[in-house]
């Protein structure tokens, strides 16, 4: 047997490990009485119990309107820093662009915790200094709300959306854009009936990879959310597995179906992207010339340098 065999064999297996052995033991435990490792009947009482709680379609809800907002929140973000590094004349572009790489490799908790420590109501570092400042009772500003949720996701998923879409808008014939000018279009024309369209198909996919993850999100909501309430799907399944005694049966049927409902979010993508086929077509050679902005270029620098004062160094300070 040649080793590439091998190699591919053993990777298969780890993989198989990894992601089908959890999945098969989810499946497996939706269906017993009780723990999954318990000498149970199966039944059927997980799912009946799981979907006769009005809880579950709150929560259900809750977690399709926060990934939505936070989701098209992050995609604005997103798209915007994009065009400027990619497609304008933005002095230090390529700086502005790091700086929206540092905010991606932030580690993700820590951030939560900084804007806790900052935000908190009664300590917060900057609601201390406002309650201070201007004589208030407590401090106006709640991390601890659907706001602090959606602020700390969307600053958080706006830099991994830029990663995304990021190639898709250095790829692009800037002669398109050039063309839409001399016809006479603006600046903002052009950019909404030419490069946003033509991109459709990388902001689609990554809207629905942003949305996906945000369903699933867990920590924000855990900490900043929970504590207060506030409850999504996730909470609910941590909440199940976690009560005492666990209810596994409950947790694992509410896992299933999470997983079915965004298997069909990758199916609807897949059907939408996948069977379209877009193709760029010029007449001369590829150009990547970027947009001139004029007297807007400064405007657009301060409000990426504002991104990344906000998303890195107010975090790390705090």
């Not at 098209?72 to 820093?81: N, R, S, T």
């Not at 932030?106 to 900084?114: E, H, N, S, T």
């Not at 504590?227 to 049927?253: C, D, H, Q, W």
């Amino acid at each position: 047997m040649k080793r590439s065999t091998i190699v591919m064999i053993v990777l298969l297996l780890v993989i198989a490990f990894l992601v089908v052995y959890p999945l098969v033991m989810i499946f497996y435990g939706s269906f017993k009485g009780g723990p999954p490792y318990a000498a149970q009947d199966f039944t059927l009482k997980g799912y009946t119990d799981a979907f006769s709680r009005l809880i579950t379609y709150v929560t259900l809800l809750t977690s399709f309107w926060l990934g939505i907002v936070r989701a098209l929140l992050a995609m604005v973000i997103a798209v915007f820093l994009a065009w400027v590094v990619t497609r304008t004349d933005t002095p230090f572009k390529k700086v502005l662009e790091v700086t929206v790489w540092i905010q991606f490799f932030l580690p993700y908790q820590p951030v939560i915790m900084a804007w806790i420590l900052l935000l908190s109501p009664k300590t917060g570092i900057i609601n201390v200094w406002l309650m201070q400042t201007f004589n208030l009772a407590t401090g106006p500003i709640d991390i601890y709300t659907y706001g602090g949720i959606i602020w700390v996701s969307t600053i958080h998923w706006a830099s991994i959306a830029f990663i995304l879409i990021t190639p898709a808008f250095r790829g692009m014939d800037a002669a398109l854009e050039e063309s839409s000018r001399i016809c006479g279009a603006s600046r903002f024309t052009t950019l909404r009936r030419i490069t946003l369209p033509i991109l459709t198909p990388a902001i689609l996919a990554t809207f629905i990879v942003a949305l996906i993850r945000l369903m699933e999100s867990f920590e924000t909501e855990l900490f900043l959310g929970y504590s207060k309430g506030i409850r999504v799907y996730t909470t609910r399944v941590y909440n199940l597995i976690y009560e005492s005694p666990p209810n596994y049966p409950e947790g694992m049927a509410l896992s299933v179906a999470f997983l079915v409902i965004l298997a069909g979010l990758i199916f609807i993508n897949q059907r939408f992207l996948g069977h379209r086929q877009y193709t760029t077509i010029t007449g001369k050679g590829y150009a990547t010339r970027p947009t001139p902005l004029g007297r807007w270029k400064y405007a657009t620098l301060g409000l990426v340098i504002f991104y990344f004062v906000v998303g890195v160094i107010v975090p790390i300070v705090g």
